[in-house]
């Protein structure tokens, strides 16, 4: 199984900071990751796709990059409605989400 | 306008089924995978497995191998997903989400029913 490491966990930051997370494989897929936004008591909205396309309706202030190994989510300025946990997920021969970033204000 | 809609709640004794619908709208249903997700009180995002509409094809996360049966009605446009022997850690939100692509499990999920809420409790 492939065992995808998300970092940091949670992190602190301010209205307009430029936030990057991270997430590892323990084997390359490619470019068959997804990234999304949770907000309490709400499902999952899906923010990026195949590692960098970015879904429609999504801000552009969300990009996401990377292929094999290594990819990050980046938010180029931060929003107040961005606070919020954030989840990679891979789509190998199984799928798998990493463990989840939760992204609050400083 | 393109919808999943899922079965209510449901409370479950320890070694009971449960078995979770998830209704599609305002889309080709045969077209775009399913997959289950579900998410533990407090916990993060764990994925089940998918259903392929079109063909029945399935795969399960191995640590769901032998518990879980996905199924599909095309005449109704639905999906099921039944979860065998229930434990009390398997109380969760179960979610169903189509893939934003077509013809492949592959890419993200882009539309996601409201969540059904599942408790195991003797």
């Known amino acids: 199984d492939i065992q995808m490491t998300q970092s940091p966990s949670s992190l602190s930051a301010s209205i307009g900071d430029r936030v990057t997370i991270t997430c590892r494989a323990s084997?390359?897929?490619?470019?068959?990751l997804a990234w999304y936004q949770q907000k309490p008591g709400e499902a999952p909205k899906l923010l990026i796709y195949?590692?960098?396309i970015l879904q429609s309706g999504v801000p552009s202030r969300f990009s996401g990059s990377g292929s094999g190994t290594e990819f990050t989510l980046t938010i180029s300025s931060l929003q107040p409605t961005d606070f919020a946990t954030y989840y990679c997920?891979?789509?190998?021969?199984?799928?798998?989400f990493g463990q989840g970033t939760r992204l609050g204000i400083k | 306008q393109v919808q999943l809609v899922q079965s209510g709640a449901e409370v479950k004794k320890p070694g009971a089924s449960m078995k979770v619908s998830c209704k599609a709208s305002?889309?080709?249903?045969?077209?775009?995978?399913i997959h289950w997700v579900r998410q533990g009180p407090g916990q993060g995002l764990e994925w089940m497995g998918w259903?392929?509409?079109?063909?029945?094809?399935?795969k399960y996360a191995q640590r769901f191998q032998d518990r879980v049966t996905m199924t599909r009605d095309t005449s109704i446009n639905t999906a099921y997903m039944e979860v065998n022997s229930l434990r009390s850690d398997d109380t969760a939100i179960y979610y169903c989400?189509?893939?934003?692509?077509?013809?492949?499990?592959?890419?993200?999920?882009?539309?996601w029913g409201q969540g059904t809420t599942v408790t195991v409790s003797s």
């Open positions: 997920q891979h789509f190998d021969s199984y799928s798998g």
């Open positions: 259903i392929n509409p079109n063909s029945g094809g399935t």
């Open positions: 305002g889309y080709p249903f045969t077209g775009y995978y």
């Open positions: 084997q390359s897929i490619s470019s068959w």
């Open positions: 989400a189509r893939v934003v692509e077509m013809t492949t499990p592959r890419a993200g999920m882009d539309v």
């Open positions: 195949r590692a960098s």
